[in-house]
């Protein structure tokens, strides 16, 4: 703000300057220096410089009022003029003239109201009729700058050949923009062409690029997630349904638009990523290899066989049959803890026709009920408490809890497999998304893709 009142009140002092010193700026003098100057000047070329400074300037309009006084080779400029440029011109006619040695400047400026403002609507209505003579050229330029725009319009509406050239929708509609700018510019070159104005072509550019420029850093996150959004309709790193992960995001992928990805998730809710994470980010493709592993940890108590257990988990996962037998169901010891032993196990399904969380589901329950059933404890915390009234008698050994008996109908629910079939309401949901507006969607099966 300081710096922005220490700029008006320089300019106010440059203009009050200009109004109380403009006549005496423009007195100053102007001297013509020649290779020689020659000792035989008389009052005859002192008058014949005169008269003809004088001609000129009664043939040029604004300077019908500056006077002309020659002595000795040095030429004395007085009178009135509208602008200092015209003092200026006046100067330099009379520095042209053979035989002037000097030119004393001491033409003033006109400040009255009238005398200023009469040669500017002079100006104004000269420029305005030549305006109006020169509208049927302007409309003859602007009629074909039009018609070489409207054929570049009806190109690009085209759908040959920027669908066949175009590896994606997404690719051919940029291509259709590119064909529009370079019929528009093309007009706009007929036109200034027709017009004489071809030179400012390069102001108008010069400007545009600096304008460009600036909108550029402004919008740079917008660009960047832009050519994030070519890039991927190009390699398509997944296809429409594909179950994914996108920096902690998981869902189903419903559309690949011009900003964002668009996810669902298993509860249906919706999720926009933008394109530049996407292409910045680390992709897990859950759906891209039908055959996927599962895997849980499972903790037994410290008192109880690790072998004997695990091959019992073991088995029982492979007699569950949406298990795969290549790969087999592997675990092995996890970790061993205070009062626990961890079990890691895993085992192989088929994704397009069984569930991965119902299948995982499954097979937690069946490996549990098979423990309980073989008497094999689960992880109870244990503390052992000394001192000196009882070190003589040792600890007493936790027991094992009862074995539980389950009831029949329990038993006999448990030996059936429950159902574990893919769950395709999400898929329906995302199908009946893509129906009803699959026009901005930049997936495409026929496009390569970088997975």
């Known amino acids: 703000m300081f710096s922005r009142l220490l700029m008006i009140l320089a300019i106010a002092t440059l203009a009050i300057h200009l109004a109380l010193f403009g006549e005496a700026a423009l007195a100053q003098d102007s001297v013509q220096t020649d290779s020689q100057i020659t000792a035989e000047e008389t009052s005859e070329t002192d008058a014949r410089i005169d008269q003809r400074l004088e001609e000129i300037y009664d043939e040029l309009e604004g300077l019908r009022g500056v006077f002309v006084t020659v002595r000795s080779g040095v030429v004395i400029l007085r009178g009135r003029v509208a602008e200092p440029a015209l003092a200026d011109q006046a100067v330099e ?18 400040t009255s109201i009238e005398e200023r403002l009469v ?35 009806w190109v690009a509406k085209r759908t040959w050949p920027w669908d066949r050239i175009a590896p994606n929708a997404f690719i051919a509609d940029l291509l259709r ?40 850093f402004a919008v740079r996150d917008t660009v960047e997630n832009y050519i994030a959004s070519i890039l991927l309709s190009l390699r398509q790193p997944f296809r429409p349904k594909d179950y994914i992960k996108i920096d902690g995001f998981e869902g189903n992928v419903i559309r690949l638009t011009s900003r964002a990805t668009v996810l669902m998730d298993v509860s249906g809710n919706h999720i926009r990523i933008p394109n530049a994470t996407v292409f910045k980010g680390n992709i897990i493709n859950y759906s891209r290899n039908p055959q996927r592993r599962f895997d ?67 097979a937690i329950q069946r490996v549990m009920v098979a423990f309980e059933d073989a008497g094999i404890s689960m992880p109870v915390p244990t503390y052992r408490l000394e001192g000196a009234e009882n070190a003589a008698e040792p600890p007493e050994k936790p027991k094992p809890p009862a074995k539980t008996k389950l009831k029949a109908k329990e038993a006999a629910r448990l030996e059936t497999v429950r159902d574990t079939g893919v769950d395709d309401t999400i898929e329906h949901k995302i199908d009946e998304e ?10 495409n099966n026929a496009a390569p893709t970088e997975l």
């Open 177 to 216: 923009q590119i064909a529009r700018i370079a019929f528009f510019v093309g007009g706009l070159l007929l036109a200034l062409d027709i017009l004489g104005a071809t030179a400012l072509l390069g102001t108008i550019l010069g400007a545009a690029g600096i304008v460009g420029l600036a909108i550029g």
């Open 296 to 362: 849980f940890v499972l903790g037994i108590g410290p008192e109880n066989n690790a072998d004997t257990s695990l091959a019992l988990a073991l088995a029982e996962i492979g007699e569950l049959p949406f298990i795969l037998n290549v790969p087999a169901p592997n675990g092995w010891i996890d970790a061993v803890g205070d009062s626990t032993i961890n079990l890691f196990l895993s085992g192989w399904i088929n994704q397009t026709e069984t569930s991965f969380v119902k299948a995982r589901s499954q």
């Open 119 to 153: 040669p500017v609507a002079e100006r104004i209505s000269n420029r305005f009729w030549q305006a109006v003579e020169f509208l049927p050229l302007l409309a003859v330029a602007a009629l074909a700058g039009a018609l070489v725009f409207l054929t570049g319009l």
């Open 434 to 443: 893509r129906l009803a507006d699959d026009s901005s969607d930049l997936l």
């Open 93 to 110: 006619l009379a520095s042209r003239v053979d035989g002037v040695v000097a030119v004393r400047n001491e033409i003033s400026q006109v």
